[in-house]
């Protein structure tokens, strides 16, 4: 009887602490994860706001905390990160611990001003429209880099970014920046200067070439005619610039479906119809494609363009001033009939 209480002992203390093993097991490397989806830490979250934040994705919260206090995880880590279905305790703690977020893919396309941008981007990372204006206009910033509070909108070209949600707003700005640097290469520079423009040069004509047609086929034919202009000394009578400084004379929101006579007459330096040369600085945030059209800009004699009524989105160029006044002629009457006075 002695021997056998001897072994029967050892074996409840075994098969307790395998429960008990089994138990703490279960709690740190089971499944604790009810549905996958994205988990968005701010930079100000605590522990407590995590939980709060956690709580949706998992089955046991209570199981979460006691792991991550068991590894000591005390120190949140701004981030997205992407929570699959049925992960562990375990596995949550070391990827939030270890601060392995997933990037995201920040767009942005077409967007006329900074504070546009701005709101744009801020819903898309951690950082708000306001703390991002104020790195976009950073004094030093600009300075350093030759820019100004006009031109800066011209650094960010229009296409998808690899960024960390939680990136700063400085981060990024210095980011867009080396982006813009990478993409005027040698080569780009080079079909600029054949053009006697330098690279912001083009980003203004781009601009301007933008928003005067929403049509990628059509771009090439507006930026040699815009470039014909430029090389013969006339003004570019563009009327996307005086869209452009009405605006700023009664807000960006102002929609303008017709530049009328008296609206030529605005004193502004971005009015090409009273200024040679090009404005001041870009007019609007041109897209890569606006841009090609200038450094690749089809060679042709036009120097006159009409909105056309045959094809509508379209434009008819013209060679000389007589056929441009019949292009024109009938593109106001058609604008009479629609009943467009502005």
């Known amino acids: 009887m002695a021997k056998k209480r001897f072994f029967t002992f050892p074996l409840i203390i075994l098969l307790i602490a395998s429960v008990i093993g089994f138990y703490f097991y279960q709690k740190i490397f089971d499944d604790n994860v009810l549905k996958s989806g994205e988990l968005f830490i701010n930079s100000a979250d605590d522990f407590k706001e ?8 998992v089955i046991d919260l209570d199981n979460f905390v006691w ?32 601060g392995n977020q997933t990037a995201i893919n920040l767009s942005f396309n077409n967007q006329d001003t900074l504070e ?7 819903q898309q990372i ?10 976009f206009l950073d004094d030093t910033f ?5 820019l100004n509070p006009q031109n800066v909108l011209g ?36 079909k ?55 605006r700023q004379l009664k807000g960006q929101d102002y929609v303008v479906k017709r530049v009328l006579t008296f609206d030529l007459e605005i004193i502004s330096p971005y009015n090409t119809y009273k200024n040679l040369g090009l404005p001041p600085s870009l007019i609007a945030m041109p897209d890569v494609s606006a841009i090609e059209a200038v450094l690749n800009p089809e060679k042709h004699d036009y120097f006159y363009m009409c909105a056309s009524i045959d094809n ?25 009939k629609q009943g467009v006075n502005r």
């Open 192 to 246: 600029a200067k054949k053009l006697n423009l330098t690279p912001n040069e083009v980003i203004t004509l781009a601009s301007i070439v933008q928003k005067e047609t929403a049509q990628k086929s059509e771009r090439p034919i507006v930026a040699g005619l815009y470039l014909n202009r430029l090389k013969n000394d006339w003004p570019l009578q563009a009327d996307p610039t005086i869209i452009y400084c009405i």
């Open 312 to 336: 509508i989105g379209f434009h008819k160029f013209a060679k000389s001033l007589p056929q441009h006044n019949k292009n024109a002629e009938k593109y106001q009457n058609w604008l009479n």
């Open 67 to 98: 792991v991550a206090n068991r590894k000591k995880f005390t120190s949140i880590k701004a981030g997205r990160y992407i929570i699959k279905e049925n992960m562990s305790n375990n596995d949550l703690v070391n990827m939030l611990r270890s």
């Open 155 to 190: 650094i960010f070209i229009p296409n998808s970014y690899e960024v960390y949600w939680n990136v700063s707003a400085e981060k990024l700005r210095n980011k867009m920046l080396y982006e813009f640097k990478t993409f005027w290469n040698n080569e780009r520079v080079a």
């Open 142 to 146: 600009l300075r350093d880099n030759n």
């Open 50 to 57: 995590l939980t709060v934040k956690i709580a949706p994705f």
């Open 126 to 135: 951690e950082a708000d429209s306001i703390t991002l204006i104020n790195s």
């Open 116 to 122: 546009k941008l701005a709101a744009r981007i801020s």
